[in-house]
């Protein structure tokens, strides 16, 4: 039909619009479509009544893997966050036994020590003062051995009483006693045995005393320079052996519960490489923290290879019981509106959009909650391909 320009000149204005409106509806082009347009539309690949439903041809459909959903043993396991920190047990702070003024300290921080080695000199009346009574009680002793010695060649010759040699003999003891505390005592402040020998023998007084090593280790702290004034009990050095390590982790207190002593743990220290290590949990806190809501777990690990640093970052994967699961691959997935789904082939090429509940991913799986049965066959390889010919075939 063809279209012409009319114009409509009358006294009336409500009838040209009419008649305008009549000849303009005229003028469009039908829009009934063609026998021809009608033979060249592509069938539809999803059903108008099932809109999850797809049917591929057999040459797309060997694109696909399809995977049987079966059940499986699964270890279900917790992560939690960790580092290393040295075992406590194995920790000796080590300090001052006088006080004294540091003339010299001989060891740093990363030093690695055996037992009895020299720390730190100081400088003591405290140690000139004892050094001097150990002398006079030596001196005492002698004494006293001697006197014994002769009330014994007296009381022979019926000279002298028993009596008087058992007095004798006790003042011996009591003057050995006191000798032997004395040295004792300088021990602790730091002589050595060859310096004790030469006051003993020779009498020199050693002008510093030395802070020793209680244990072998590494020096991991140090808390004195030279110059200072130390006091008993003052931590002047931090030892630690580190061939045994703790792992130490923060549980969220909603899963504290599922946490026991003895539990099997997996270690992955991402500074070694990722490096896993086992072990077992030797520790559950009692109490909750209330800064971070956490409750304290620790396990313990051996590190003959000392490359266990403390405060490295570690992760624990706490294993937990052993269960029966309906499982798929993780690749299967497909998430959408925040939802997770899978394809389920119900007939050769013929594959349905299910919705699906899942936990959280466990070694390259995903366990199912709803949404599956055993048997049921899903889509692994090619998913998110299937997924993106369903939604193109939606547009069209």
Not at 40 to 65: H, N, T, Y
Request: hydrophobic share 40%.
């Amino acid at each position: 039909m063809s279209c012409h320009t009319v114009a409509w000149v009358g006294a009336s204005h409500g009838l040209s619009i009419v008649v305008l409106s009549v000849l303009l509806s005229a003028c469009r082009p039908s829009a009934t479509p063609t026998a021809s347009d009608a033979s060249q539309a592509s069938p539809p690949s999803a059903s108008s009544s099932e809109p999850a439903l797809i049917q591929v041809g057999p040459d797309m459909a060997k694109r696909f893997q399809v995977e049987t959903v079966t059940m499986i043993d699964l270890v279900e396991f917790q992560s939690v966050p960790g580092r290393i920190e040295a075992n406590d047990r194995k920790v000796t702070r080590i300090g001052a036994v006088v006080t004294g003024r540091v003339t010299d300290v001989m060891v740093d921080v990363g030093d690695r020590l055996v037992v009895g080695q020299p720390l730190a000199a100081i400088a003591s009346p405290e140690l000139t003062q004892t050094q001097m009574s150990y002398l006079r009680a030596h001196a005492t002793a002698s004494l006293a051995d001697r006197a014994v010695d002769r009330a014994k060649l007296l009381f022979q010759a019926d000279v002298i009483g028993s009596a008087e040699l058992q007095r004798r003999e006790s003042e011996l003891a009591v003057a050995r006693a006191e000798s032997k505390a004395l040295g004792d005592q300088l021990r602790l402040m730091g002589l050595s045995a060859q310096g004790l020998e030469r006051l003993k023998e020779q009498g020199s007084l050693q002008p510093v005393g030395f802070v020793l090593a209680s244990q072998a280790g590494i020096v991991i702290e140090r808390k004195v320079n030279n110059g200072q004034v130390a006091q008993p009990g003052d931590p002047l050095f931090t030892v630690a052996d580190l061939s045994n390590v703790w792992v130490v982790g923060a549980l969220p207190e909603q899963t504290a519960k599922a946490v026991q002593v003895g539990q099997g743990v997996d270690i992955e220290v991402p500074a070694l490489d990722g490096r896993k290590i086992t072990g077992k949990i030797i520790y559950v806190g009692d109490t909750v923290s209330p800064e971070t809501r956490t409750v304290t777990i620790r396990t313990e690990v051996e590190n003959a290879r000392r490359d266990m640093k403390p405060q490295m970052l570690a992760t624990m994967r706490i294993r937990g019981e052993v269960r029966r699961q309906l499982v798929i691959p993780q690749e299967s997935v497909i998430r959408e509106n925040d939802h997770d789904h899978v394809y389920v082939q119900v007939a050769p090429g013929q594959f349905r959009m299910t919705p699906v509940q899942l936990a959280q991913p466990l070694n390259g799986v995903r366990p199912v909650i709803t949404g599956l049965q055993e048997n049921d066959q899903v889509v692994t390889q090619g998913a998110f391909h299937l997924h993106h010919e369903r939604k193109r075939t939606e547009l069209q």
